[in-house]
């Protein structure tokens, strides 16, 4: 799957133009504490739902491999924890209203990759259900 790179707009595709604002306000916000950045929310749902239009009925998640700073994001692993820190600090109709977005994304990643039955020895994963997915070349299909 090709990165999906910026610029970003600022506009998540999806939302209302208060929940933009609301998730532009929190990026700022946290962009200081290096948690999100400007246009984070949208470059993680860029990212997710690239990975999901990738053909064929199963997909095995693949760890990043550029110098580039949003990376990390091709990881889908990652952008999902991206989106999960700023579902935690949206306020709740926002929080809701990405919520909705992330759903069906979160459904189709569920049906369309295996679990893992080792990822519990594997330490450096996180624990949220999409870090417990198999990456390519852990297993054959």
């Excluded at 926002?94 to 049906?111: I, K, W």
């Excluded at 519990?120 to 198999?134: N, S, T």
């Amino acid at each position: 799957m090709p990165p999906v790179w910026g610029p970003w707009t600022g506009h998540v595709p999806g939302l209302s133009e208060r929940a933009c604002a609301e998730v532009a306000r929190v990026e700022r916000e946290q962009g200081e504490l290096d948690v999100l950045w400007v246009g984070a929310v949208e470059a993680a749902l860029r990212h997710y739902r690239a990975f999901l239009r990738q053909p064929g009925r199963h997909l095995g998640l693949y760890f990043e491999s550029s110098p580039h700073p949003e990376s990390s994001l091709v990881d889908v692993a990652n952008a999902r924890d991206l989106l999960q820190e700023a579902l935690r600090l949206l306020p709740a109709p926002t929080r809701a209203e990405l919520g909705r977005l992330v759903a069906p994304l979160d459904a189709q990643l569920r049906r369309r990759t295996l679990p893992d039955p080792h990822a519990w020895r594997r330490f450096w994963r996180g624990d949220e259900w999409w870090h417990q997915r198999l990456y390519d070349g852990e297993c054959g299909w």
